[in-house]
């Protein structure tokens, strides 16, 4: 009977160990092919997360035809074309940034609540600001400009194209502003463009006073003139003293309206592109002399001596000797005419290994603080300068023909002190 019970046990017990050993192959196959079920999905999802962080290059190993490779397939076409979508999207944005940042108009762009969603570097050097620093901010934030700002918030409202004209403080700037709206299901706001009208602003100015420069200039020699003759011819000629002194007076009105209209005609052909160059090896003291011999007698009648430190070692420049001889006569000229009685004027050169320097020093009125930027401006005069004629185009002349040598020129003055005027030429001009 004891035999029989073990045997029961002994079967119970491989019985058991054997459904134990079942539990666990079960288990483990079950685990096994749950594993290998899930791989492609947790495949999926870490190179998910992968591309979601940028990395675009991710893709996953398709290692059977079923419905996971299937899957496998499907996630790498999927990202493959994630990545064209992207690529194209920062090819346009790099497109869209390029432009901007060449554009020479200012940009402003802001959505429909006045947040500035887009600008350029244009639009940040006019109002002083770093493009990263606004976006998200208001117009008025950026631009501190009511003008702007309120024509900004009419074009949100109207959804009109607008435009108006301000002058930005403290810079002087004279801007174009011009708001037009953007409607559309991804964007609606307000595109704002800014045209710096600053330069021809000032010709436009300049231009309406060299009309009423050359209309006084020509009116009034001429009226002396007309006078002047017909005092001769009712009889003042037949008085010689004082037909000589008549006749030198026409003679000299004559020689500035000549002056005059030489200026305007060279103005014309520089700006027409028709100037020639012919270029020589010249010693620019030996222009300097000759300058002086012909305004000694202007310099003898203004009371004015003329000085000269010029250096004997000067290297001679490959110049236009025409166009120098002129710069060159132009400085001492002025520094003559706005020189007072008993003054002088101080003309110097000197040289190193690449360029030589002229200065033309005056002991004369000066010029204005104000006015001394702007010397070099066509049809400019200065205030203290408009009792002596002039087109206001010597200098204008004298600025391009120094540049055109590959030199400088520049001017330093002190009101009622006096001025210098200085150029340099390179040893070896380009022209």
């Given amino acids: 009977m004891s035999d029989v019970r073990n045997s029961v046990n002994y079967v119970t017990i491989i019985i058991g160990l054997a459904i134990g050993i079942a539990i666990i192959l079960v288990g ?23 591309i979601a962080g940028g990395d ?26 994630i990545r ?7 090819s346009e944005q790099s497109k869209l940034t390029t432009v901007l940042s060449n554009m020479t108009d200012g940009v402003i762009v802001s959505d429909k609540e006045g947040s500035i969603l887009l600008t350029n570097r244009t639009a940040g050097n006019l109002f002083n600001f770093q493009t990263e620093s606004v976006i998200g901010k208001t117009v008025i934030e950026a631009t501190h400009d009511y003008e702007v700002t309120n024509l900004e918030k009419r074009c949100l409202s109207t959804n009109e194209q607008l435009n108006t004209q301000v002058e930005l403080t403290p810079t002087g700037k004279y801007l174009r502003v011009i708001a037009i709206p953007i409607s559309g299901n991804i964007l609606s706001g307000c595109l704002l463009l800014f045209q710096d009208l600053t330069e021809l602003r000032n010709l436009q100015t300049m231009r309406r006073e060299l009309v009423g420069n050359i209309s006084h200039d020509l009116r009034t020699p001429l009226a002396g003139i007309k006078v002047m003759i017909e005092t001769l011819l009712n009889g003042a000629i037949d008085d010689k003293n004082a037909a ?30 028709n100037v020639e160059f012919k270029k020589e090896p010249v010693n620019l003291n030996d222009l300097i002399n000759e300058a002086i011999i012909h305004l000694k007698p202007l310099a003898d009648k203004q009371n004015v001596t003329l000085n000269r430190i010029l250096s004997n070692s000067l290297p001679t420049v490959n ?3 025409e166009r120098l001889f002129q710069t060159i006569t132009n400085l001492i000229h002025n520094a003559i005419k706005f020189n007072q009685p008993g003054g002088s004027v101080t003309i110097t050169t000197a040289s190193d290994n690449k360029v030589v320097t002229v200065q ?5 009125i000066g010029i204005p603080g104000d006015d001394l930027p702007r010397v070099f401006e066509r049809f400019y005069k200065a205030d203290k300068s408009r009792t002596n004629r002039g087109s206001g185009l010597g200098l204008a002349i004298a600025k391009y023909t120094i540049e055109i040598h590959g030199g400088k020129i520049w001017a330093q003055s002190e009101e009622d002190k006096g001025s210098t005027f200085s150029f340099t030429i390179p040893l070896n001009p380009k022209i």
């Fill in 244 to 273: 000589n002194d008549f006749l030198n007076r026409i003679e000299n009105e004559v020689d500035k309206l000549i002056q005059m209209v030489s200026e305007l005609t060279e103005l014309s052909r520089i700006e027409a592109g």
């Fill in 56 to 81: 675009l290059q991710q893709r996953i190993l398709v290692r059977s035809r079923d419905e996971a490779g299937e899957l496998a397939q499907a996630f790498n076409e999927m990202a493959g074309n």
């Fill in 28 to 50: 483990f196959a079950a685990w096994l092919i749950a594993r290998i079920t899930t791989q492609p999905i947790r495949e999926v999802t870490l190179a998910s997360r992968q």
């Fill in 84 to 90: 064209k979508l992207v690529e194209g999207i920062s």
């Fill in 319 to 321: 110049i236009v000797r």
């Fill in 360 to 364: 033309v020093i005056d002991t004369g």
